[in-house]
Nanobody, 127 residues
Framework: QVQLVESGGGLVQAGGSLRLSCAAS????????MGWFRQAPGKEREFVAV????????YYADSVKGRFTISRVNAKNTVYLQMNGLKPEDTAVYSC????????????????????WGQGTQVTVSS
């Protein structure tokens, strides 16, 4: 089992920045690729960013590329999402998720491929 707890959400004006954190406990954190997803009211959950378990590979949704940066510190069992240039359309509940990757330093961005999920943190961007 892996427990995930997000923090760092809040209310910010358009153009502002936030850094989300996701703290993991339980099984070996470094064997998991970690992803960030978001769900806006009335919409389906969507992929935001993913990082491989060694941190060498990342992938972003087109909507956040160039504005968001995912990173991780395995020694702290924590993954981060730095969000810059926030837009009102970024408003959503942001959740982190862990994907078991025992075979190598890869990742998959499909929601169905993730094994554990956090409860989420609200991000609201005002115009």
């Amino acid at each position: 089992q892996v427990q995930l707890v997000e923090s760092g959400g809040g209310l910010v004006q358009a153009g502002g920045s936030l850094r989300l954190s996701c703290a993991a406990s339980g099984r070996t954190f470094s064997s998991y690729a970690m992803g960030w997803f978001r769900q806006a009211p009335g919409k389906e959950r969507e992929f935001v960013a993913v990082i491989s378990w060694r941190g060498g590979s990342t992938y972003y949704a087109d909507s956040v590329k160039g504005r968001f940066t995912i990173s991780r510190v395995n020694a702290k069992n924590t993954v981060y999402l730095q969000m810059n240039g926030l837009k009102p359309e970024d408003t959503a509940v942001y959740s982190c998720a862990a994907q078991w990757r025992p075979g190598g330093d890869g990742y998959d961005y499909r929601i169905s491929e993730y094994d554990y999920w956090g409860q989420g943190t609200q991000v609201t961007v005002s115009s």
